[in-house]
């Protein structure tokens, strides 16, 4: 790994932590707590277009929908009726934008694959939702100082992401298994993230963290 920079805190203090039968090598942040994988790994746009068609995220799933809730509760709880929000990484299927829609709010949709209206990206908004999606970002210390920089004052940025625990699971984990899977955060991570882009950090529920402009 040539740059061994951190790509979600920029921190230089990083370390070897695991390469995997397949040579794939990880690296863990010592500032953040963040794991990444080494870029040369990371598939072509062709190629994680693809997997993500396997997807099955159905609007109209309970199952999916009782999931997605896990970040809809909390985020309905907060927000001001009529509310204004992007729903980022949507997917193509967006159902936790249906969720919202149905609450009385509007939601714009971005997704680099499936709604890649970047005109969306000049607007400013009550709440931005990033749910499974994080955890593919290519450049995600990018990624959140554009997100945040979209948020109204008292604005929220509501993350769904499944929380790397302990580095002994990590070989196994199949949330690292997924090839479109490249950085995985632990809350550490998102409160330096939270202090380098001026905002507050709460976990919320299991998986679920919000970032608030005040």
């Known amino acids: 790994m040539k740059d061994c920079a951190c790509p ?48 099955e995220n159905d609007v109209d ?3 999916y929908r009782s ?26 299927g967006p159902a936790l934008a249906a969720m919202l829609a149905e609450a009385g709010h509007g939601v714009a949709l971005y997704d680099p694959f499936f709604a890649p209206d970047a005109d969306v990206l000049a607007g400013n908004y ?31 940025l509501a993350v769904m992401t499944m929380f790397q625990s302990g580095d002994e699971r990590f070989q196994a984990w199949h949330y ?17 993230l939270a202090e380098r882009l001026g905002l507050e950090c709460e976990v919320v529920a299991r998986n679920v963290v919000f970032l608030t402009r005040t």
Do not use: K, N, W
């Not at 999931?67 to 997917?91: E, T």
């Not at 749910?131 to 948020?151: D, K, N, Q, V």
């Open 67 to 92: 999931f997605l809730d896990r970040l809809a509760g909390p985020l309905l709880a907060r927000l001001q009726p009529g509310s204004r929000g992007l729903d980022y990484g949507c997917g193509p």
């Open 126 to 156: 009550d709440f931005i939702t990033c749910t499974e999606t994080a955890e593919h970002f290519h450049r995600p210390g990018e990624e959140f100082a554009r997100l945040a920089s979209m948020l109204a004052p008292g604005g929220i």
């Open 61 to 63: 799933d309970p199952r």
């Open 8 to 55: 979600v805190c920029d921190g230089a203090a990083t370390r070897p932590l695991l390469t995997d039968p397949q040579g794939r090598a990880y690296r863990r942040c010592e500032t953040c707590l963040a794991t990444f994988l080494d870029p040369v790994h990371f598939l072509t746009a062709d190629a994680e277009h693809a997997h993500y068609l396997t997807h």
């Open 176 to 192: 690292r298994l997924d090839p479109t899977h490249v950085v995985f955060y632990r809350p550490e991570t998102f409160a330096v």
